[in-house]
């Protein structure tokens, strides 16, 4: 097990982290937190009278950043423009020099681009952020779905946009992998994880905040690489796949969860000494 932290900066101001096996995960079956709900009317009317606060001033300026992906908005464009040539090209420079051409700006643009392919990766990754989130604050219908079930849900709409890329994808994984590449490829894993779980209701703040992630982003990721080589109709056994790794995540904690309760039965007759021993065992 991983006795080291990897601490990493999140848009919520977060840190994700490898904890030890011995936290569980306190997953819930039966939760059904609503995701986040639209402003009022009422509300909407009052901000149009007073003006956006200094938190929403942030929070947009946050939201434009994450659109141009920190690049400057004629790069953007070329970027955005790029991705038509994937297909064709991969996520190469030559697919960026055609992209900047459709726009109407000089090839030489590309040159200005640092880590050009690794670039053209990292704006599609937060473009698709984007795309989730207006989905989830547009009134994705989540209500109705168990914990489980929403975050298949949202782990799928993640990967339905990378469906159109998928024989190129591995070209980016390999992009993503690159040592240069790694800390902002990881960055950008981290923030989608924490938006997914925060989207399915998951308000912790204790430990469990840090292993939720760890565990939902080895299902995320697991997926992914299972999606490259899935022939089947609409990558249905993909869908398959990913609703069985989150079960077994649901499972697993469920089986932690009834070893704690016997030990906590056995302890009634026994002592509190075997309740420890069997703490001990059963998480560590």
């Known amino acids: 097990m991983f006795r080291s932290a990897i601490r990493l900066p999140s848009k919520l101001g977060r840190r994700l982290s490898l904890l030890p096996s011995s936290s569980a995960v306190r997953f ?11 402003p009022s009317p009422q509300h909407e009317q009052k901000q149009q009278r007073e003006g956006p ?27 955005r423009a790029s991705l038509q040539h994937v297909g064709r090209f991969g996520w190469t420079e030559l697919a960026m020099i055609s992209g900047a051409k459709d726009v109407g700006v000089s090839p030489s643009i590309v040159g200005s681009i640092p880590r050009k392919e690794a670039a053209l990766v990292e704006f599609f990754m937060d473009d698709c952020l984007e795309r989730l989130l207006d989905r989830i604050y547009s009134g994705e219908d989540l209500k109705d779905l168990v914990l489980s079930d929403r975050l298949a849900k949202l782990i799928r709409v993640q990967l339905e946009m990378q469906a159109p890329y998928i024989s190129k994808w591995p070209q980016a994984l390999s992009i993503q992998a690159q040592p240069m590449n790694i800390p902002i490829s990881f960055k950008q894993r981290a923030m989608l994880i924490d938006e ?16 939720k992630r760890t565990v939902l982003g080895g299902i995320y990721s ?6 490259l080589t899935d022939h089947s109709p609409e ?17 697993l904690q469920k089986t932690v969860q009834e070893a704690t309760y016997l030990a906590e039965a056995v302890s009634a007759g026994m002592g509190n000494s075997m309740q420890g021993f069997m703490k001990r065992v059963f998480q560590g």
């Open 235 to 251: 990558f249905r056994d993909t869908w398959k796949f990913l609703g069985q790794r989150i079960k077994d995540a649901f499972d």
């Open 196 to 211: 997914i779980w925060h989207a399915a209701g998951d308000q912790a703040s204790d430990l469990d905040w840090y292993v």
């Open 28 to 38: 819930s079956t039966e939760a059904r937190a609503d995701p986040p709900p639209p």
């Open 53 to 79: 606060t200094m938190a929403e001033k942030v929070k947009e300026e946050s939201r434009q950043k994450r659109r141009f992906g920190g690049f400057e908005e004629e790069q953007a464009r070329v970027l």
């Open 222 to 227: 697991t997926t992914e690489v299972y999606m």
